[in-house]
Structure formats: structure tokens, C-alpha cells
């Protein structure tokens, strides 16, 4: 799960210094890549009871939310080119 959160980022930081768009929204759907990858790990920790159902749910939203902000971005970046 660390890895996977941290590479969100990680990606986004590294396409915005890619040249253009079309680069940048590449990294963009890997960051999102790793956003899906860490609601199933979350799942899977909650299934196995690593994680409790409130603390399951509040991390799931906020990936979800990451996932929807990057899937805005995506939306946008393909509108202006």
C-alpha cells in the first residue's frame, strides 16, 4: 500500500516535467493505475481484517477521490489539446 500511494505522486511529479500534454497525461493514467492498485489492496487488508471497517472506508474514499481528481485532470488535459 506504500508503494502503491507513493507512486501516485511519484507520477504526477514526473510527468508535469515531461514535455506537453500528451506525455504528462501518460503519467497521469499510471498515477491512476496506482490509485485502482491501492483501493484493492485496502480491500483486500480490510477482507482479511488488517483493517478495520471505519478505517477501511475513510482510506477507500480518499482514494476514490484521488482516482476522480485524476480522471478530471485526464478529462481536461485531452479538452485543452
Do not use: P, W
Not at 497521469?28 to 489492496?41: K, N, T, V
Request: charged share 25%.
Amino acid at each position: 500500500m506504500r508503494r502503491a500511494s507513493a507512486s501516485i505522486g511519484a507520477n504526477i511529479a514526473e510527468g508535469s516535467c515531461r514535455n506537453g500534454d500528451t506525455d504528462f497525461a501518460r503519467f497521469l493514467q499510471m498515477a491512476a493505475g496506482s490509485a485502482s492498485e491501492l483501493e484493492y489492496h485496502l480491500l483486500l487488508a480490510h477482507d482479511l481484517e488488517l483493517l478495520q471497517t471505519e478505517d477501511y472506508q475513510r482510506l477507500a474514499d480518499q482514494a476514490e477521490q484521488v482516482n476522480r481528481m485524476l480522471a478530471s485532470l485526464m478529462r481536461k488535459l485531452k479538452a485543452d489539446s
